[in-house]
T-cell receptor, first 114, second 114 residues
Framework: KAGVTQTPRYLIKTRGQQVTLSCSPI?????VSWYQQTPGQGLQFLFE???????NKGNFPGRFSGRQFSNSRSEMNVSTLELGDSALYLC?????????????FGPGTRLLVL | AQSVTQLDSQVPVFEEAPVELRCNYS??????LFWYVQYPNQGLQLLLK????STLVKGINGFEAEFNKSQTSFHLRKPSVHISDTAEYFC????????????WGAGTKLIIKP
């Protein structure tokens, strides 16, 4: 089975712009979670989608949003980019949404905001 | 609030020596515990997880961890490390307190000395 894929892998944007990141989960997986990883804050949960519905949301401002499509692919959008949004954004998929489920991570999208 | 503490930011160890990476958590309810590994420029990969039952959990690549409820710890061990174990290791906890979202430790970089 193909793993979790994320596109693009690298992205450079300027302050005030918006960006959309894409995540394709492992075939058959219906849950997709997004995380932000920075040297200062470490790994932080952004949100989780299951069957096109947002199940959980982390403590991030409304500039961060996401959605999931019927084929389980997910997109994450960040509007009005700030310098502090520079980070590695990781997507993870799992078969279902239970806490015991193993999450499989993609390689991430590295976003640099100038 | 739930938290995870990885006591060491870096652990240098000689090749073929044993290693222990420490993880402590705070939670007043039952928890699920995970160790993930992140190789350079890659996403995270599950090493092992504790859901219930035996407190000694065996994972991939020869790693194991022991859940100690009284000490609220979940330390990761390997009897003999290889150069290929060079990576960053993350401990994470999930419980009702976090609405079953993963709360992550800051990570421990394992540095293997030849």
């Amino acid at each position: 089975k193909a793993g979790v894929t994320q596109t693009p892998r690298y992205l450079i944007k300027t302050r005030g712009q918006q960006v959309t990141l894409s995540c394709s989960p492992i075939s058959g997986h219906r849950s997709v979670s997004w995380y932000q990883q920075t040297p200062g804050q470490g790994l932080q949960f952004l949100f989780e989608y299951f069957s096109e519905t947002q199940r959980n949301k982390g403590n991030f401002p409304g500039r961060f949003s996401g959605r999931q499509f019927s084929n389980s692919r997910s997109e994450m959008n960040v509007s009005t980019l700030e310098l502090g949004d520079s980070a590695l954004y990781l997507c993870a998929s799992s078969f279902s949404a239970g806490p015991e489920e193993t999450q499989y991570f993609g390689p991430g999208t590295r976003l640099l905001v100038l | 609030a739930q938290s995870v503490t990885q006591l060491d930011s870096q652990v240098p160890v000689f090749e073929e020596a044993p290693v222990e990476l420490r993880c402590n958590y705070s939670s007043s309810v039952s928890v699920y515990l995970f160790w993930y590994v992140q190789y350079p420029n890659q996403g995270l990969q599950l090493l092992l997880k504790y859901l219930s039952g035996s407190t000694l959990v065996k994972g991939i690549n020869g790693f194991e961890a022991e859940f100690n409820k009284s000490q609220t710890s979940f330390h990761l061990r390997k009897p003999s490390v290889h150069i290929s174990d060079t990576a960053e290791y993350f401990c994470a906890v999930s419980s009702m307190d976090s609405n079953y979202q993963l709360i992550w430790g800051a990570g421990t970089k394992l540095i293997i000395k030849p």
